[in-house]
């Protein structure tokens, strides 16, 4: 698992009109390259009049799944703009579709590269784009005794409260960054004087907004 990396927010979309023509970006996260082409299924049928629907994606942690599709535009004018842009933002996981419908107006191939690329990365200044930062979940388990202590410090920390359980002990889950458990753990090893129990459970991404 890699430790952090770029993706789209949500699932979105958002028009630009260029020459007449509208074009309007469809973008939306995939894992796999089945997401990716029922994605893309789902948009063409969505827009089954409009004069293409070009795709582009890029999937995996080494990037080793690319494809583009021109959808009957002129070769390389198209789904490659659409696909650099997403190279460019340093996205992974991302697909996105660009509908077009004509307005009269031919844009030739170096207007359709800008037309193209443009709408993809309005399209994700639109939609907004995330950190997927990966963290490990600690479990730590306190007498009711030292939980007043111990919440006030937790929540005023760094670290985000994943959720907190009354049994017989107070057990607080805390999102912890993958690199910085042995930190995390000396510190509240000190905090409760050696009077909890640490235990690392599984590994879940945190999303936080890239401006």
């Known amino acids: 698992m890699l430790s952090d990396y770029l993706t789209v927010k949500e699932t979105g979309h958002n028009e630009i009109i260029i020459d007449k023509s509208r074009f309007i970006a469809h973008i939306a996260r995939a894992t796999t390259e089945e997401e990716a082409a029922a994605f893309i299924q789902a948009i063409k049928k969505e827009h089954n009049s409009a004069t293409h629907n070009c795709s582009a994606y890029l999937i995996g942690e080494t990037d080793n799944i690319q ?16 696909l650099e842009v ?20 031919k844009l030739g191939a170096g207007g359709l590269i800008r037309a ?6 309005e399209g994700l200044n ?6 997927r930062q990966l963290h490990q979940i600690v479990h730590i388990l306190v007498d009711y005794t030292l939980i007043g202590k111990m919440e006030n410090e937790l929540r005023n920390s ?8 009354y049994t017989e002990k107070v057990e607080i889950q805390m999102y912890v960054p993958i690199n910085d458990t042995e930190t995390f753990r000396e510190w509240i090893t000190e905090l409760s004087n050696a009077q909890s129990e640490i235990l690392f459970g599984a590994k879940d991404y945190l999303e936080i907004d890239v401006k």
């Not at 583009?68 to 390389?76: H, L, V």
């Not at 760094?158 to 359980?165: A, G, Q, R, S, V």
């Open 67 to 82: 494809k583009a599709n021109d959808d009957g535009e002129p070769s390389g004018t198209a789904g490659v703009p659409m």
């Open 116 to 121: 193209y690329g443009k709408s993809v990365s």
């Open 86 to 105: 997403i190279k460019k933002r340093q996205l992974k996981d991302t697909v996105a579709v660009v509908t077009r419908y004509f307005g009269g107006i």
């Open 158 to 165: 760094d670290y985000p409260i994943k959720e907190m359980n």
């Open 126 to 131: 639109s939609i907004g784009v995330v950190n």
